[in-house]
């Protein structure tokens, strides 16, 4: 089968393909199809215990006291608590999609590079100024729990920070290795699980804040 | 490319034994003839982009099913969903299956982008199928908002109320844009039957174009993934 | 100008008008194609916003006024409206909440209006005491009809304590 000569990362062989261990690909189509069938076996279980939840009829006349969204729209939910809607809701998902739409189009997300490599001083004082301002932005608008992973991940660059250079093979030289693009993923899916959490299991009628237990 | 009993393209086949070995073939174009051990590696996909497309499949076959019972009107909707708890064989089990792995596609499209980016699988040439993955992130979701306005009880009443509702806080165009959404100033019929039409033809279909081209592109790039795209080989 | 230069100059002179002739024809395809967009979006836009809608009328009678004591607060769930009688008088609002449309409730005991949704809270005039709602609870349009009734236009809003309705 033919590959495309001029496409750059084809040329580049550096060995022969048999070095490795290679299978057909009809093993690869099994080991999915197996992986696909153990989920659907959870699934039609959960299915067989679990009714689909299905309140009154609809009524325009009465809010419910409690109109909790699936949990995958619970952190909007929590977001729209603390923004204007036009913020929570409109604008901050097209920042989300836009960044992940650019991800693959930046040159420091392809080299990959430790941040902490070159101007670290600058870098740290950056980083200062950004968490500075996103504590004030968050703690203005009561936001408190989406703060936590704001500071979670600025300690951890800190520490990421401290430990440039290092040789060893531990976790602090793992994280020492790690460019932007990392930092800021890690941060987003960390407010995501955030936020999913407290919207589904903290909060109660009125959106006020109780507890699970 | 291993010797294959068909006949080389473009030559005529002559019995079907041929024609299977073409198909068997072709069909070996859509996948890499041989896959290196470590692409397959649990490790590296934990196959979740495979897991997503079953509970996608899940939600095709459930879905065309729950269509031979729903009727996208009010109150009739929320009518049919008691008549497929408490009337329909296996009506109930059919609507879990249907909600539930709705769930597991939701999580799953997360979890496989995540684990996309951590293996920092879109760098070039993958970007394209980066950007058609964000699509089917997209579309994932939107699927679920719609498809929670049709069971029309009160969650999904109020539910779809507060979530069009944030359409009409953008400036000068949101009314406008929620009124075209919605076919009314309220969560009404004509809303219904609109979100009914997005959930069972235009976004599936839309799914289902978009993963075509999701594998398509896999397979174009080279298969899954491996760190080092160096070493990356076309069988 | 020395020769080769002008050879140039010529030849670059002819394979612009070439191009051009070329551009003009794309250019008249590509306008063509946004014009027809364009139009397509604007019979879009006009097919998908329904000229009639069924929907129940603005103008609701809320009943008679000696219903409502002096210093209170009533939810006509039917029209989704507050009618309350204070000391000034008269006067409606809307009870769908001004921050994503969910209908608030009377909390009598607490003397406010409340939002189940998101926990928004309006003094009893309509006015924002916590919570995301960017706006006080809509006044409406109320009169005492020709039958003696209250009657309110839902869909004629007013300026907060703008209009009382005296008996
Ligand atoms: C092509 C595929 C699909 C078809 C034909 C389909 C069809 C339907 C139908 C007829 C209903 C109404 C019955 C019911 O409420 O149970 C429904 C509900 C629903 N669908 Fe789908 N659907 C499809 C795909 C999806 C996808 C991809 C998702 C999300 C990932 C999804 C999420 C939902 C949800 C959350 C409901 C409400 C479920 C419930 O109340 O049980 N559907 N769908
Ligand atoms: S809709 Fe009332 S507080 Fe959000």
Known sequence: ?213 | MQKSLAAPTGTAIRNPIQALARWRDEFKEIFSARVRERQLGFRYTWYLGALTLGTFSIQLITGLLLMLYYHPSIPQGYADMKDLHFVVSSGVFLRNLHRWSAHAMVFLVFAHMAKVFYRGAYRPPRELNWVVGVCLLLLTLLASYTGYLLPWDQLSYWGTTVGSSIISSTPFIGEKLRFILLGGHTVNANALLRFYVLHVVILPLAVILLVAIHLWRLHKDGGMYVEHEKNVEKR | MSEPEKKNLAASNDEASFLSRRQFFVKLGAGSLAITGAGATVFAVQYLSPNVLYEPSPIVGVGRPEHFPIDSVTLDPRAAIFVVHAQKGFYAMSSVCTHLGCLTVWRQDEGIIACPCHGSTFRPDGKVIGGPAPRPLQWLKMWIGNDGNLMVDRSANIASESEYVQL
């Open chain 1, 1 to 213: 089968m033919t590959s495309d000569p001029k496409a750059p990362h084809e040329i580049a062989l550096p060995q022969p393909i048999e070095e490795e261990k290679s299978i057909p690909y009809w093993e690869m189509l099994f080991r999915e199809t197996i992986a696909i069938e153990l989920l659907a076996s959870v699934l039609v279980w959960i299915a067989l215990w679990w009714n689909a939840p299905l309140e009154l009829l609809a009524d325009p006349q009465q809010t419910p006291k409690l109109a909790k969204a699936p949990w995958y729209f619970t952190g909007l939910q929590e977001l729209l608590h603390y923004f204007p809607p036009f913020v929570a809701g409109i604008i901050l998902p097209t920042l989300i999609v836009v960044a992940l739409v650019v991800v693959p189009f930046f040159n420091v997300n392809i080299k990959d590079e430790n941040l902490w490599v070159h101007h670290k001083s600058q870098r740290l004082a950056i980083l200062g100024i950004v968490l500075a301002a996103l504590t004030v932005l968050l703690i203005r608008f009561d936001a408190w729990d989406a703060l936590l992973p704001v500071w979670l991940i600025a300690i951890f660059m800190g520490i990421a920070a401290a430990n440039e250079g290092r040789r060893d093979r531990g976790f602090r030289r793992w994280l020492s290795s790690k460019p932007l693009s990392f930092w800021i993923m890690t941060w987003f899916l960390m407010e995501a699980v955030v936020l999913t959490s407290v919207g589904t299991f903290f909060r109660g009628p009125g959106w006020s804040w109780i507890w699970p237990w």
